[in-house]
């Protein structure tokens, strides 16, 4: 697909990366950490002021005291958090529920840890936990399951009750919970909750997070796993071996990063609501149906008023006569026909490219 794009010069709303730099204050802090020789192995599990600011946000964000040293590992990404914490602390046969659709790559690493996935599935148009099918999926055999709120590719985020059912669930089941937050920051129409905030959950929940998402610096690949020693334990084992350690100044950008002020993050969030309306509000003219998206840069439509039989179809028909390359979204399915009426699109362009990727559909996309 990136190659059809590149060659019919396509505008790329499919990979969530923005087309747009992330702050300078940000990026002067690692340019001078180089200067000032932070160029050798960081520590194994982080910088120690890095993972002092991420004790600190996280403080800040739900209310929650944690220990920089024993319960922080700074991974590369997001992903590589993932891949720790699964690679880390699932043994081959351990039973794991994961919500469908989903990023791929925890399909990816439950596979490589040799795990029993149980797959349960959100559906339009609200992508509601089902909470019955998760009741009768969960039980003393289940060793974890994996959540993301703001949810990719969905745009849901998990409500108060929805997070209270599961940590309910996990605690009388004696359930690991590993949760994505990447786009907690990017939570528009509802209130972000952390699952490790809620009462019992922190012993038994990993939160994975990153810094490219918030601050559109998706390129550095700086991330963190926060659990509790018992858990870091086992997830710091796996990391040592996947990576060892993450970019020395990369770290000490994230540093300043996560210092920034409030008024970053608000004007952020206004920032992305003003692109979800463009895009929003201009797939619904050019024809979709378009779900709602509470959060994340992402937002889902259904391309079935175009008489595509499915959405890889419709994806290639999309990017080599339209010009606009989008992801089809039976890719975050174990079963592709679930996915096979929908499309995702990305927000975290320019308001330009957006318009201009309106304004190539109205034209030429015919239902």
């Known amino acids: 697909m990136s190659m059809l794009a590149v060659k019919h010069g396509a505008i790329n709303l499919g990979q969530g990366f923005p087309n747009f730099d992330g702050p300078e204050f940000v990026k002067e802090a690692a340019i001078q950490a180089i200067r000032d020789g932070n160029n050798q192995y960081a520590r194994g599990y982080g910088v120690p002021d890095l993972n002092i600011a991420i004790a600190e946000r996280f403080k800040k964000d739900t209310g929650l005291i944690v220990d920089p040293e024993e319960e922080i590992t700074v991974t590369a990404g997001c992903t590589e958090a993932i891949a720790a914490t699964v690679l880390g602390l699932i043994n081959p046969g351990d039973e794991v529920i994961l919500f469908a659709p989903f990023y791929d790559s925890y399909n990816a690493t439950l596979s490589m840890a040799g795990a029993n996935i149980k797959s349960i599935t959100l559906r339009p148009p609200d992508f509601a936990v089902p909470i019955e099918d998760l009741k009768s999926n969960i039980s003393k055999n289940t060793r974890a399951i994996l959540i993301n709120t703001p949810h990719n590719p969905t745009g849901k985020i998990f409500t108060r009750e929805e997070l209270n059912t599961i940590a309910s669930l996990c605690i009388e089941n004696d359930v690991l919970v590993f949760t994505d937050e990447v786009y907690h920051k990017l939570a528009f129409d509802m209130e972000h909750i952390s699952i490790a905030?809620?009462?019992?959950?922190?012993?038994?929940?990993?939160?994975?997070?990153?810094?490219?998402?918030?601050?559109?610096?998706?390129?550095?690949?700086?991330?963190?796993?926060?659990?509790?020693?018992?858990?870091?334990?086992?997830?710091?084992?796996?990391?040592?071996?996947?990576?060892?350690?993450?970019?020395?100044?990369?770290?000490?950008?994230?540093?300043?990063?996560?210092?920034?002020?409030?008024?970053?993050?608000?004007?952020?969030?206004?920032?992305?609501?003003?692109?979800?309306?463009?895009?929003?509000?201009?797939?619904?003219?050019?024809?979709?149906?378009?779900?709602?998206?509470?959060?994340?840069?992402?937002?889902?439509?259904?391309h079935t008023p175009f008489g595509m039989e499915n959405d890889v179809a419709f994806c290639e028909y999309l990017t080599k006569e339209i010009g606009v390359a989008a992801i089809p979204s039976s890719v975050f399915y174990f079963n592709p026909e679930e996915g096979k009426n929908l499309v995702r699109f990305t927000f975290c362009k320019d308001e330009e490219t957006l318009k201009a990727a309106v304004e190539r559909m109205k034209k030429k996309l015919k239902k």
């Open 197 to 302: 905030s809620l009462p019992g959950m922190f012993d038994r929940t990993v939160t994975m997070n990153s810094l490219g998402k918030s601050f559109s610096l998706t390129g550095w690949k700086v991330g963190w796993a926060i659990a509790p020693p018992h858990l870091t334990w086992g997830l710091r084992q796996a990391h040592t071996f996947i990576n060892f350690s993450t970019a020395n100044p990369l770290q000490c950008g994230a540093v300043a990063a996560l210092r920034a002020p409030d008024s970053y993050f608000v004007e952020l969030k206004k920032d992305y609501i003003t692109k979800r309306a463009i895009l929003v509000e201009g797939l619904k003219s050019v024809g979709f149906k378009v779900f709602p998206s509470s959060g994340t840069f992402f937002v889902l439509a259904d």
